[in-house]
């Protein structure tokens, strides 16, 4: 089984040693996706716009990919503050459709560019 990597200009472009995505066989593994926007490369204002650029991204590649949000399988939701996990699910809920994916949300000290949400997921094209 080859690996292809996927890459898109309506995501942000990688800022560091890795691949915007890799598909390998049906399974299609997102990186981590942070609130910059693809176009200026800047980060977006304050958490609720964060949240929106984050799975507008996820999705960015998850097209290139050939699938959509509808595929993945597993969400990993990385947050500098989890008092802002209510703000993550009311966004979720507007990019995913039962049933919802698989999926883990952890608190850590800090992100790139000092984000304050990033998400990786991993993607079934079947």
Do not use: C, W
């Not at 800022?15 to 926007?37: H, N, P």
């Amino acid at each position: 089984m080859s690996k292809s990597i996927i890459a898109t200009a309506n995501a942000p472009a990688a800022i560091g040693t890795y691949s915007q995505a890799v598909r390998v066989g049906d399974t299609v593994y997102l990186s981590g996706q942070i609130g910059l926007d693809p176009a200026s490369m800047q980060m977006a204002e304050g958490i609720d716009e964060q949240v929106v650029r984050v799975f507008e991204n996820l999705k960015a590649v998850a097209v290139a990919a050939g699938g959509s949000l509808a595929d993945v399988v597993k969400l990993n939701v990385f947050l500098t503050d989890l008092g802002h996990f209510a703000k993550v699910n009311e966004v979720m809920a507007r990019y995913f459709s039962e049933p919802y994916p698989a999926r883990a949300a952890v608190g850590v000290k800090e992100l790139p560019r000092g984000a304050l949400v990033e998400a990786d997921a991993v993607m079934f094209i079947g």
